[in-house]
């Protein structure tokens, strides 16, 4: 687990959480509440019981206040930042449907940065994604990705990459609005999220590992993918909102792993799920994991949870929440018998 201490640094601090319902904005209410700051959560629609779960979090009586507010209404987000002393900004569509996606995602962040310098925020921290830095097919495979690569837009929009598009484009937004504003902005670009949900619904990244315990497919791609526990995404953008001389963007990773490295991984906690053992391009050369850094945020502190961990509270988490059946203790039993 991080090794950041849980004390009260926020006390008297206000921050804004656009999108404060989804998974990982939870995370950042729960942690920011737990250091004592007030927090302004963003909804668009605060009475959906979706989002109940941030009324029950602790200290959420007395420090938190949820606003309504959608990312295209620029007066809405003014009220909602007026008064904060920064601003988590991650309230973004996930999707690859060109229409819902770059519009949103790109307008959206000017309107926050525009806002966040109208209320005089001491900072904006903006959630960007892995998608914005890596996805450029001239990488020779020894290159090792940090926060100076960009992901060539061309190559999102012709491999149809949407979200990457977006989020490359909403980044790109951000830091020319932040510099044209004077805005203090730092980014933090997170790989694929996974860990325990605090909210009800299953979310986009969720899916990704969901998908491989109800049967509902048969093989796992030939591709890899780098991971990281929410719970770290939140506090790296605690530990960057904190640090006076945080600048730049950050990459939030742990490991790259391949999907047979996943589902191995999964089949070994988890026997009782029909997860897939056959890969897709079966007779083909396996995929190799990237090279990636994630030094600056162990610079600041962090710790990052390994991802058999991060897997494991995954999947705990799913079953908890009732999105996944929990066998019977002689199911159980059955199985440790025939493995
Ligand atoms: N999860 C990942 O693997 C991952 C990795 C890298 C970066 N990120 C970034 O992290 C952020 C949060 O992602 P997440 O995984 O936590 O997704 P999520 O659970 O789907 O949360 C996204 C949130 O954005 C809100 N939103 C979408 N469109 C909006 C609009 N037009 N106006 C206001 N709010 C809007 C959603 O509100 P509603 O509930 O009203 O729809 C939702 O609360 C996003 O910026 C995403 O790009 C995620």
């Known amino acids: 687990m991080p090794a950041v201490s849980s004390s009260v640094s926020g006390h008297g601090q206000t921050i804004c959480v656009t999108g404060a319902g989804g998974f990982i904005a939870s995370w950042m209410v729960k942690l920011l509440l737990e250091r004592g700051y007030t ?11 979706k989002n109940a779960h941030l009324r029950e979090l602790e200290g959420a009586a007395e420090r938190l206040t949820l606003c309504r507010a959608d990312l295209l209404d620029y007066e809405s987000l003014k009220e909602a930042i007026n008064g904060c002393d920064g601003v988590f900004h991650t309230a973004s569509p996930v999707t690859d449907d060109p229409e819902q996606m770059v519009e949103p995602a790109v307008n959206g962040t000017k309107n926050v ?15 960007s994604s892995i998608g914005a830095v890596y996805m450029d097919p001239t990488r020779g495979p020894d290159v090792v990705v940090d926060e100076s690569c960009w992901s060539d837009l061309e190559f ?27 805005v203090d902005l730092v980014v933090v670009n997170p790989v694929l999220v996974l860990g325990p949900l605090l909210q009800p619904t299953v979310n986009a990244s969720i899916i990704h590992i969901l998908k491989y315990l109800t049967g509902s497919t048969q093989t796992y791609a030939n591709s890899v993918q780098a991971y990281v526990h929410v ?12 640090t006076p001389s945080a600048s730049g963007r950050y990459l ?13 991984i999964l089949a070994k906690f988890f026997p009782e799920y029909p997860i897939p053992n056959k890969c897709k391009d079966n007779g083909k050369p396996r995929a190799e994991p990237y090279k990636f850094t994630n030094q600056k945020l162990r610079d600041l502190g962090l710790e990052f949870t390994p991802v058999k961990h991060t897997l494991y509270e995954t999947v705990k988490s799913l079953q908890d929440k009732g999105h996944l ?7 159980q039993d059955s199985i440790k018998i025939q493995s």
């Open 39 to 49: 927090v302004r959560g963003t909804l668009r629609n605060p009475d959906d019981p």
């Open 113 to 127: 940065i525009q806002a966040a310098a109208e209320a005089k925020v001491r900072r904006v921290v903006f959630t």
């Open 156 to 182: 999102c929009k012709n491999t149809k990459n949407w979200y990457c598009y977006g989020k490359a484009v909403a980044e790109q937004a951000a830091w020319a609005e932040a510099k044209e504003k004077g």
């Open 231 to 242: 719970k770290d995404v939140a506090l790296a953008h605690i530990l960057v909102y904190e």
């Open 252 to 264: 939030c990773a742990e490991s790259v792993l391949h999907r047979g490295d996943v589902v191995e």
């Open 325 to 331: 059946p929990v066998p019977t203790k002689q199911e």
